[in-house]
């Protein structure tokens, strides 16, 4: 079983930053790809972006290609989201996610097997 916690989220002003985190614990060498996702108020969640554990290799939603960053640490089992530049819109409650399988959809969140709780994000204009 793998478990993940996020941090990091909080209350900015449009244009500021944060830093996202997201601990994995359990057995994370089980896990290929990891996946930040987010859900505003009263819609779906959406898929972020998402990164091969072991690799790098990055994917990003089109609505945050450009102003967030994601990132892992192998050694401290942590994937980070840097958010800049960060408009309203962003506005949401975060969530990291792994995803068992070697070829998975990674922007399905169907696809994902394990979940954090979340964390909030929100943007002022």
């Known amino acids: 079983q793998v478990q993940l916690v996020e941090s990091g989220g909080g209350l900015v002003q449009a244009g500021d930053s944060l830093r996202l985190s997201c601990a994995a614990s359990g057995r994370t060498f089980s896990s290929y790809t990891m996946g930040w996702f987010r859900q505003a108020p009263g819609k779906e969640r959406e898929f972020a972006a998402a990164?091969?554990?072991?690799?790098?290799?990055?994917y990003y939603a089109d609505s945050v290609k450009g102003r967030f960053t994601i990132s892992r640490d192998n050694a401290k089992n942590t994937v980070y989201l840097q958010m800049n530049s960060l408009k309203p819109e962003d506005t949401a409650v975060y969530y990291c996610?792994?995803?068992?399988?070697?070829?998975?959809?990674?922007?399905?969140?169907?696809?994902?097997?394990?979940w954090g709780q979340g964390t909030q994000v929100t943007v002022s204009s």
């Open positions: 990164i091969r554990w072991i690799g790098g290799i990055t």
């Open positions: 996610a792994a995803s068992l399988r070697r070829f998975s959809d990674y922007v399905g969140l169907n696809e994902y097997d394990y």
